[in-house]
Antibody, heavy 124, light 107 residues
């Protein structure tokens, strides 16, 4: 069965850094694009970043561009999100999510599996 | 970015009711529209994609319709486990924007 398990969340001061990980199992990780989506406390869902199955391109929301970096290690079945220059407004539960269809470079597929999320709190 | 607008933002309903949630895109997205269900403290769950295709394992009381800019999610006979928040999402173009959510509460 498909499993996505996020880790790396915690409390960090404004301006600090954090790296999130998403360990994948139960499917051929190297065949699927992966996303990060976040949800601020009591708020809706916000897409953060996408990386295609082969890591050839990376796409970001304007709110995180230049501060966050998405990457993947297909040999370790793991997705990452490096978050730098963190702000209070980055406080959220961060989910990793899997493309429903394999081998897409762009955006034409929904997300069929999500992890349980990891909470990032940016506070002094 | 394409803006997704859901209505209503919340409402109360009773078990057995037929409920409809609307989602409007700020520009045409063909049928690149998904619906997700989220319960408190849990990750979203894919219900419908391609505007009207039911994800495997999702009960048939859920249905979706629409194309272009206007879409609906219908629950034909609301069950207790359906009380949750529902989000639409366009995947026509990046960024994959979500609607603001519709919370379905027990009357």
């Amino acid at each position: 069965q498909v499993q996505l398990v996020e880790s790396g969340g915690g409390v960090v001061q404004p301006g600090g850094s954090l790296r999130l990980s998403c360990a994948a199992s139960g499917f051929t990780f190297s065949s699927y694009g992966m996303h990060w989506v976040r949800q601020a406390p009591g708020k809706g869902l916000e897409w953060v970043a996408f990386i295609p199955y082969d890591g050839s391109n990376k796409y970001y929301a304007d709110s995180v561009k230049g501060r966050f970096t998405i990457s993947r290690d297909n040999s370790k079945n793991t997705l990452y999100l490096q978050m730098n220059s963190l702000r209070a407004e980055d406080t959220a539960v961060y989910y990793c999510a899997k493309d429903a269809h394999p081998y897409y470079y762009g955006s034409e597929t929904p997300f069929d599996y999500w992890g349980q999320g990891t909470l990032v709190t940016v506070s002094s | 970015a394409i803006r997704m607008t859901q209505s209503p933002s919340s409402f109360s309903a009773s078990t057995g009711d037929r409920v409809t949630i609307t989602c409007r895109a700020s520009q045409g997205i063909s049928s690149y529209l998904a619906w997700y269900q989220q319960k408190p403290g849990k990750a979203p769950k894919l219900l419908i994609y391609a505007a009207s295709t039911l994800q495997s394992g999702v009960p048939s009381r859920f249905s979706g319709s629409g194309s272009g800019t206007d879409f609906t999610l219908t629950i034909s006979c609301l069950q207790s486990e359906d009380f949750a928040t529902y989000y639409c999402q366009q995947y026509y173009s990046s960024p994959h924007t979500f609607g603001g959510g519709t919370k379905v509460e027990i009357k």
